[in-house]
């Protein structure tokens, strides 16, 4: 029996190398997995030019595979969500996600403006019964190779208790099926372990957690520890995670631009650099933000995914295979079950604060 493809709805505009960055990602995924169906929104022509340029240099692309839609207007970096909800129909990142709520699509991606993305997509998309505010999760690598799911990482900056422990359950769903972990761990991002430690909402998002047996919870984690697989969903507000995850993307960024300086600064240095240029090869390949793009939007009705807006077409490609995952696994289902068993004692918790 035949499988159906997954409709893929895609943002062909956003970004900051859009539509190149975009085109060259979907080329790049179908090289891989053909059991897919694209719906391209954006600049018709910008977007055929960008797919003349691929079958140029002797790529594979066939034409059933992708849809081109025109869409006039491009929702840009600056657009506050509130705009672009307004006055956004018939640009490309609207139209692309509302083709996911009109069940044309099963999933959305976007490398475009993340509050407009996530205000759009709230919009048309939903949120999933009982939970307050969707989240915006990533995932950030360890010193052993393995990752970490954050969330939420810019979304909410001012969370309730509530909210962090639906990030919890959220968090967990999600991390089971993007790393594959049966039973993942789960800790609050604060200042320190102890358990006096921290604002009243994580303290109380601490004490409701502890309490819920069905989960790995495992306390607190401070900064220095996300990285050293402690954990492997890390929960946290948006104004803290989108910090955390920025900080760590610059001091990857450092490190390596410091490390070059280095090696070039002296002949021995060079030879050490020809020697070991494998070694570090394999660590650039476990730090490359952009091996772990893809930002789920998780607590909406549909899965939406977010690019990183500086995505080349490799990157944007992990993106797609992000929201092709959470498709195949039925991810969204999941969460409801979860919410579903744990909304008494969620209300509970709700009414006692």
Same mark, same amino acid.
């Given at each position: 029996m035949a499988i159906c493809p997954v409709k893929i709805s895609l943002d062909a505009m956003g970004g900051d190398s859009a539509p190149e960055s975009v085109i060259g990602g979907m080329v790049e995924y179908l090289s891989r997995d053909e059991n897919v169906f694209f719906d391209i929104y954006g600049d018709s022509d910008r977007i055929a030019g960008c797919l003349e340029k691929y079958k140029l240099e002797k790529y594979k692309i066939d034409a059933e595979l992708y849809r081109i839609h025109h869409t006039s207007k491009i929702i840009s970096?600056?657009? *506050? =969500?509130?705009? &672009?909800?307004?006055?956004?129909?018939?640009s490309s990142m609207f139209e692309a996600v509302n083709s996911v709520a009109i069940g044309l699509s099963d999933v959305v $991606?976007?490398?475009?403006? #993340?509050?407009?993305?996530?205000?759009?997509?709230?919009?048309?998309?939903? #949120? $999933?019964? @009982?939970?307050?505010? =969707? &989240?915006? #999760?990533?995932?950030?690598? @360890?010193?052993?190779?393995g990752q970490a799911l954050m969330l939420d990482l810019g979304a909410n900056i001012d969370c309730s208790f509530r909210n962090l422990v639906e990030f919890a359950i959220m968090g967990r769903s999600a991390a089971k099926v993007i790393i594959g972990l049966e039973n993942p761990r789960v800790a609050i991002l604060n200042v320190g372990t102890e358990v006096t430690k921290g604002t009243d909402h994580i303290k109380k998002a601490y004490e409701v957690l502890s309490a819920d047996n069905t989960i790995n919870f495992i306390g607190y984690i401070e900064g220095i520890n996300i990285s050293n697989n402690v954990a492997d969903v890390i929960v946290t507000d948006g104004f803290s995670? @989108?910090?955390?995850?920025?900080?760590?993307?610059?001091?990857?960024?450092?490190?390596? *631009?410091?490390? +070059?300086?280095?090696?070039?600064?002296? !002949?021995?240095? *060079?030879?050490?650099?020809i020697i070991g240029k494998g070694a570090l090869k394999k660590l650039?390949?476990?730090?490359? =933000?952009?091996? !772990?793009?893809? &930002?789920?939007? $998780?607590?909406?009705?549909?899965?939406? $995914? *977010?690019?990183?807006?500086?995505?080349?077409?490799?990157?944007?490609?992990?993106?797609?295979?992000?929201?092709?995952?959470?498709?195949?696994? @039925?991810?969204?289902?999941?969460?409801?079950?979860? !919410?579903?068993?744990? !909304?008494?004692?969620? +209300?509970?918790?709700?009414?006692?604060?």
């Open positions: 970096a600056a657009q *506050k =969500p509130s705009h &672009a909800l307004r006055y956004g129909k018939d $991606v976007s490398a475009g403006n #993340t509050g407009a993305y996530m205000a759009i997509s709230k919009f048309l998309l939903k #949120t $999933v019964d @009982n939970i307050e505010r =969707p &989240a915006l #999760t990533a995932l950030v690598p @360890n010193r052993y190779g995670g @989108n910090i955390a995850l920025k900080c760590m993307e610059g001091a990857i960024m450092l490190t390596l *631009k410091l490390y +070059e300086q280095a090696v070039k600064s002296s !002949l021995l240095g *060079k030879i050490s650099y650039k390949n476990v730090i490359d =933000p952009g091996k !772990l793009n893809g &930002a789920s939007l $998780v607590g909406l009705q549909r899965i939406a $995914v *977010k690019s990183h807006g500086s995505a080349n077409a490799s990157s944007f490609a992990s993106a797609i295979s992000v929201a092709v995952k959470l498709h195949k696994a @039925n991810f969204i289902e999941d969460i409801i079950g979860s !919410l579903s068993s744990r !909304l008494p004692e969620i +209300e509970k918790w709700t009414k006692e604060a």
